[in-house]
């Protein structure tokens, strides 16, 4: 008897970009920094991704200024991806961007046999719309209950605890600090950063090993077992960066 | 070894299948030992429990039994066996049972019942002699979110076996069927849900007699799947395997299939009225990685909606559409629904408004649909529904969309589980 006319298929990965586009950051050319950091990590993400073709990585983007709107709509493949530059302008509608992000993490249209989306939020500011509102709206999908979520905090303005509540906490574990949203201080670090994200994190979600589930003598160890950092970013008296934010 | 055929104590036969799945990944770093282990464990305690039973225990002692007494036991073999691993093969650090995490499913299939337990995210099928397929178990559990699964490792790991167990009696008159136990990998490497009961369908009637073949179709479905380890066990009752009925796709007469029929296949036997009989296991297991793609090509006999004015509306399309969509692979009607659980106990508890979500039918018809099939009772008190004429039978919004009996079924039982999820 023949092999049956089914459609076998590699797992989706999505994975979205959430850019605070607000006025801020047209300061000391983070927006310009935030850009080219994107453009040049997508070699490298599109690499990974053919490297591990049982997952099919597609991107999409979020930016928020006075409102939030999709920068990248149709989840795209990453080898097919050509970044438009975003524009800085308004104040910092990140509640709004959370709602928009979970409207698309709603099954459907997400599939589901999705590997866990990547979420990763950067922002130089504060939210200046209902964030816990966004953040709770967010939280309700499962999808995003499973999602690997990540944040970069672009200077010292950022506010570090919005960005924490969004990937959540995580105890610390053995061998393992909890896990915090990252500190760019600069170009060079926020380029590694995002490289770290749209590589090694990439590597991770798409072929995630099966783990223990949460019980209340074990809390989860995180929806996926994040990779290290690169040296140079664990430790910020290594970045010498051309200009400090 | 994952099957296993034995006698019990009444010297009637019976058969065991298992199958396990280590967690990747450094902190489970020998998961791959501690999986091949929870096999021989679960076989081992639940060979012994059999062929040593008193006899007249009956279904509720053996239902127990695989909710409570034999997950125990084999909790309790898995962590001796593990630990007597580590101390042959001491390793760096400690010993923990973490470092062997694994899933594991069991399945039993006596002449008089059959039943399963275990614990994370294993599924189970039964295929009927016709080739239709269903999903019997799959992993529900709330904590086990992104590829998290339950395991062997976990201090309480007993506990969590009741809510994969199950006991089915057998009758002389059931028909024959086929039971495909696997791990993850197969469901996760199939596009829908309907190609994964097809191809359960397949690996099924397959048999056997193709064990051969076997090894190099899990391998494609791995290379052209997810790229995750597949294993899958194979257990038949009565004589299903032995004298194939035509495929589904050449039965399927009411709609046109999509793609070329096969060709055509010997007519089938007429069913055979006997006590069922335990049929052979085939039990493989593989782990490869690759990519690539598919085609999809399976049409299932369905009801005809009753015939409808053609739409004008962008949601009564899709919410059509939709019905049509349902209604065409019934055995993944409670699968789909299923998904949507928290969508019918939010609209039962009043979180949902349902006006809203029919009128989204366009973006969610399945959405829709579910809030337009919402009980009377619990529809907001400002939109009470319209009485039914005196002596006629209430009809349900969907009967107008030509919801098919199966869909209407799916539904009901979905909305009484949620009224079971919903706190008073």
Same mark, same amino acid.
């Given at each position: 008897?023949?092999?049956?006319?089914?459609?076998?298929?590699?797992?989706?990965?999505?994975?979205?970009?959430?850019?605070?586009?607000?006025?801020?950051?047209?300061?000391?050319?983070?927006?310009?920094?935030?850009?080219? @950091?994107?453009?040049? *990590? !997508?070699?490298?993400?599109?690499?990974?991704?053919?490297?591990?073709?049982? /997952?099919?990585? %597609?991107?999409?983007?979020?930016?928020?200024a006075d409102h939030a709107a999709w920068h990248i709509e149709a989840p795209t493949p990453v080898e097919q991806l050509e970044w438009r530059d975003l524009q800085a302008g308004g104040i910092t509608a990140m509640g709004e961007a959370l709602k928009l992000v979970a409207a698309a993490l709603q099954t459907p249209p997400m599939e589901v046999r999705a590997l866990p989306p990547v979420l990763v939020l950067i922002s130089d500011g504060?939210?200046?719309?209902?964030?816990? @509102?966004?953040?709770? *709206? !967010?939280?309700?999908?499962?999808?995003?209950?499973?999602?690997?979520?990540? /944040?970069?905090? %672009?200077?010292?303005?950022?506010?570090?605890?919005?960005?924490?509540?969004?990937?959540?906490?995580?105890?610390?574990?053995?061998?393992?600090?909890?896990?915090?949203?990252?500190?760019?201080?600069?170009?060079?670090?926020?380029?590694?950063?995002?490289?770290?994200?749209?590589?090694?994190?990439?590597?991770?979600?798409?072929?995630?090993?099966?783990?223990?589930?949460?019980?209340?003598?074990?809390?989860?160890?995180?929806?996926?077992?994040?990779?290290?950092?690169?040296?140079?970013? !664990?430790?910020?008296?290594?970045?010498?960066?051309?200009?400090?934010? | 070894?994952?099957?296993?055929?034995?006698?019990?104590?009444?010297?009637?036969?019976?058969?065991?299948?298992?199958?396990?799945d280590g967690h990747g990944g450094r902190r489970y770093r020998r998961s791959e030992v501690g999986s091949r282990l929870a096999c021989e464990s679960a076989l081992a305690v639940a060979g012994a429990a059999l062929a040593e039973a008193p006899p007249g225990k009956g279904q509720g002692g053996w239902s127990r039994w695989l909710a409570q007494d034999l997950p125990e036991a084999v909790q309790r073999r898995w962590l001796e066996a593990?630990?007597?691993?580590?101390?042959?093969?001491?390793?760096?650090?400690?010993?923990?049972?973490?470092?062997?995490?694994?899933?594991?499913?069991?399945?039993?299939?006596?002449?008089?019942?059959?039943?399963?337990?275990?614990?994370?995210?294993?599924?189970?099928?039964?295929?009927?002699?016709?080739?239709?397929?269903?999903?019997?178990?799959?992993?529900?559990?709330?904590?086990?979110?992104?590829?998290?699964?339950?395991?062997?490792?976990?201090?309480?790991?007993?506990?969590?076996?009741?809510?994969?167990?199950?006991?089915?009696?057998?009758?002389?008159?059931?028909?024959?069927?086929?039971?495909?136990?696997?791990?993850?990998?197969?469901?996760?490497?199939?596009?829908?849900?309907?190609?994964?009961?097809?191809?359960?369908?397949?690996?099924?009637?397959?048999?056997?007699?193709?064990?051969?073949?076997?090894?190099?179709?899990?391998?494609?479905?791995?290379?052209?799947?997810?790229?995750?380890?597949?294993?899958?066990?194979?257990?038949?009752?009565?004589?299903?395997?032995?004298?194939?009925?035509?495929?589904?796709?050449?039965?399927?007469?009411?709609?046109?299939?999509?793609?070329?029929?096969?060709?055509?296949?010997?007519?089938?036997?007429?069913?055979?009225?006997?006590?069922?009989?335990?049929?052979?296991?085939?039990?493989?297991?593989?782990?490869?990685?690759?990519?690539?793609?598919?085609?999809?090509?399976?049409?299932?006999?369905?009801?005809?909606?009753?015939?409808?004015?053609?739409?004008?509306?962008?949601?009564?399309?899709?919410?059509?559409?939709?019905?049509?969509?349902?209604?065409?692979?019934?055995?993944?009607l409670p699968l789909e629904l299923r998904r949507r659980r928290e969508l019918f106990v939010a609209l039962r508890q009043g979180r949902q408004d349902p006006a809203r979500l029919k009128a989204a039918a366009a973006s969610d018809p399945l959405a829709a649909l579910i809030a337009a099939d919402l009980p009377a009772r619990d529809l907001p008190e400002d939109k009470p529904p319209a009485d039914p004429p005196p002596g006629a039978r209430?009809?349900?919004?969907?009967?107008?969309?030509?919801?098919?009996?199966?869909?209407?079924?799916?539904?009901?039982?979905?909305?009484?589980?949620?009224?079971?999820?919903?706190?008073?």
């Open positions: 008897m023949p092999f049956p006319d089914v459609k076998l298929a590699n797992r989706p990965l999505h994975f979205l970009y959430l850019c605070d586009c607000s006025g801020s950051m047209a300061a000391s050319g983070k927006m310009q920094a935030l850009n080219q @950091a994107i453009r040049q *990590s !997508l070699p490298g993400m599109a690499a990974v991704a053919r490297d591990n073709p049982e /997952a099919r990585v %597609l991107v999409r983007a979020v930016r928020f504060q939210p200046t719309d209902d964030f816990s @509102a966004g953040l709770e *709206s !967010l939280l309700r999908v499962p999808w995003a209950q499973k999602s690997v979520r990540l /944040a970069i905090a %672009l200077g010292h303005d950022a506010d570090l605890e919005v960005l924490q509540r969004f990937i959540g906490s995580e105890p610390a574990t053995a061998g393992r600090s909890p896990r915090r949203p990252l500190q760019a201080s600069n170009a060079t670090s926020l380029a590694q950063y995002i490289q770290w994200a749209s590589t090694a994190v990439v590597g991770a979600a798409s072929m995630p090993a099966s783990r223990v589930s949460e019980t209340p003598l074990e809390p989860a160890a995180g929806n996926i077992p994040l990779p290290d950092l690169p040296p140079t970013v !664990l430790d910020p008296t290594d970045d010498v960066g051309p200009l400090v934010w | 070894m994952l099957c296993v055929e034995m006698c019990d104590a009444e010297g009637q036969p019976v058969m065991l299948m298992a199958v396990a593990v630990e007597a691993h580590w101390h042959n093969n001491p390793g760096d650090g400690d010993f923990e049972p973490l470092l062997y995490g694994s899933t594991l499913g069991l399945v039993v299939m006596t002449p008089r019942w059959w039943g399963h337990t275990g614990l994370g995210d294993w599924d189970l099928v039964r295929v009927e002699a016709d080739g239709r397929a269903r999903l019997l178990e799959e992993e529900n559990e709330p904590t086990a979110l992104g590829e998290a699964t339950c395991s062997l490792c976990q201090p309480r790991a007993a506990a969590l076996f009741a809510r994969r167990a199950g006991l089915h009696p057998l009758s002389p008159e059931e028909r024959d069927f086929a039971l495909v136990l696997c791990t993850d990998g197969i469901r996760k490497s199939c596009a829908t849900d309907g190609d994964f009961l097809t191809l359960a369908a397949w690996l099924a009637r397959t048999g056997a007699e193709a064990a051969g073949t076997l090894p190099e179709a899990l391998d494609r479905i791995s290379r052209e799947g997810s790229g995750d380890d597949v294993t899958v066990t194979i257990g038949r009752i009565g004589c299903l395997g032995e004298e194939l009925p035509p495929p589904l796709q050449a039965q399927a007469s009411e709609t046109p299939p999509m793609k070329p029929s096969p060709p055509a296949a010997p007519p089938p036997s007429p069913p055979q009225r006997r006590r069922p009989a335990i049929g052979r296991a085939v039990a493989i297991g593989l782990a490869l990685a690759a990519a690539g793609g598919g085609a999809l090509g399976l049409v299932w006999p369905r009801t005809q909606p009753p015939q409808q004015a053609t739409p004008t509306s962008p949601g009564l399309r899709a919410a059509l559409a939709e019905v049509e969509r349902l209604c065409s692979q019934p055995a993944t209430p009809r349900r919004p969907l009967h107008a969309l030509g919801a098919c009996p199966a869909l209407l079924e799916a539904l009901s039982r979905q909305w009484a589980e949620s009224t079971a999820a919903t706190p008073p």
